[in-house]
């Protein structure tokens, strides 16, 4: 599972540096006196955080092979947290009304040279999927911390049952079958509890089958 979110990452940090190249603004000026020129804004330009989110979902990726329980759990929220950013990034494009001028600004045009400006969505959808892969990857992670958690308590809960079992308190078999029923084993008031009085199983009287003996 944590192997699948590695992956995922990787992927989605890929699509980040991919988008980052492509084109996402162009915008056209003249100033009256030659021909008109286009600028064109790639992802990087346009978006400078994306590099540098690439990169960390890369460190996010890394981390998984080092880092367990909590921490993996932080790295995961981490990751969400981006995620909603690159969300943000590849929406703000479909949905800006007007590129014109955050594009004329980035490109170094006067606004009144402006005679044209266009969008390209295709690096903003390349975002949006990489956001959706690296959030999968992050509910991986997580789901992958909780695994680990609840196997790390079996073993604990394994071992104390082996304990017990060499003191001569109650036998493993019992204690599984205590702890699938509900119940604390370890609780010595419990109707599965030892004997307080001799510190060993309560066994029931077998009934012998005949009377008057």
Known sequence: MIRIAQL???VSALGLWVASRLPWVSVGSSDGLGQPTTAVLNGAAWSSALLPLAVLLLAAA??????????????????????LLLGYLGVSLMVMPDIAPRAAELAGV?????VASERYIAGAV?????????????ALMMRAAATESRQ??????AAVLREAGSDGVMSERRMWDALDEG?????RESGTSVSEESGTPATPVADSGTEGR
């Open 183 to 187: 119940l604390d084993p370890t609780d």
């Open 8 to 10: 995922l990452l990787i």
């Open 110 to 114: 006067p606004v009144m040279n402006l």
């Open 62 to 83: 890394l981390a998984g092979l080092a880092v367990r329980g909590w921490v993996l759990r932080l790295v995961a929220v981490l990751v969400a947290m981006v995620c």
């Open 152 to 157: 790390a308590t079996k073993y604990v809960a």
């Open 126 to 138: 390349l975002t949006l999927v990489a956001a959706v892969g690296a959030l999968v990857g992050a």
